[in-house]
């Protein structure tokens, strides 16, 4: 029985407001889950925006509904409150090199597709990344605000595959990247 | 630059109202994201109730809040309703059976922890399931409704590891557990 020992509880209590120090135990235990990688794409004003993102699920299958959360300040929240649709394409584990080129936030928007193949179907509709395992594309149906973050729901327009030629999705655990 | 191939998109269009077709292919497609399995529980009415979970992320990190998404019509999303409060107790990739324990989601509630090892740090407090990877204890802070399910935003006001063995989360994906 050595998952009882109530010895082996550790317990951290959250001021309020939070201190550094809660702020960075939090960060490093939640950091704990493994998540999977997509890249979160929108059009807006006639400009691409592409980030990363882990903070995703699904919500609902009737109708196809899901969630991204981004952080409310962002460029790309504001371009997806303006445009009101948004892609997410779920990466495959050979692809960590095509998410690490859309780590920079505030990095240029000119040329920031030259080097990623990907398909458009309309013009001002969201990029899709190829060869990724899975993409949506979606209409925001509600945000609502969360502490630092935008919480956008969507539902889903229009999904299928886009040639993934590996069939695990990119992972990130502890802060990397696991292929 | 055989990901650019256009033949290699496919795109299936969701109806509206979607059909059940619709749903069968969106339920398939987003399988493919990789999800850490967590138990989330709470207390109502001195009752405890503990259902596995994939749909939950974090939110932020000042304060620490996190995001859990459960069915509107659930026995738990009644109780977390009542409660204002829940627990996340992130697993191991050792802890596939516990997570199995609860997969019923009408089940009894009688007798529901009698045979998993478990830490309540106060009466009417949500269990901590020992030997998890890391737990959260979090206080409602607001609640969305979206299609089916329900949204809750919660605020960590404590946390801590569990005497975990196995060191990576317990994993599920294409409606299967990877452990």
Redesign the interface.
Known sequence: ??????E???????A???SPA??D???S??A?????V?LLSTTSGGWDHVVPV??????????????V?VYGLSRIAEAIDESGGWALS?LTSEQRAVAERFHDPGGPLVGLLDNT?H?R?AAGEPV?I??C??W?RLRT??A?D????R?Y?G?????????A?AQ??L?R?HGVYRD
Chains 1, 2 share one sequence.
């Open positions: 029985m050595r998952h009882e020992d109530p082996r509880l550790t317990e951290h209590v959250i309020s407001p939070p809660d702020r135990a939090y960060r235990l939640v704990a889950a493994a998540k999977t997509a882990t903070d995703f699920l699904s919500v609902s299958y009737d109708p196809p509904t899901m969630l959360s779920i193949p398909h179907r899709v190829a060869g395992l899975a949506f149906v509600a609502h969360a502490a630092t973050h919480l729901v539902g889903v327009v229009a999904m299928g595959r886009a040639g030629i695990r999705p992972l655990e």
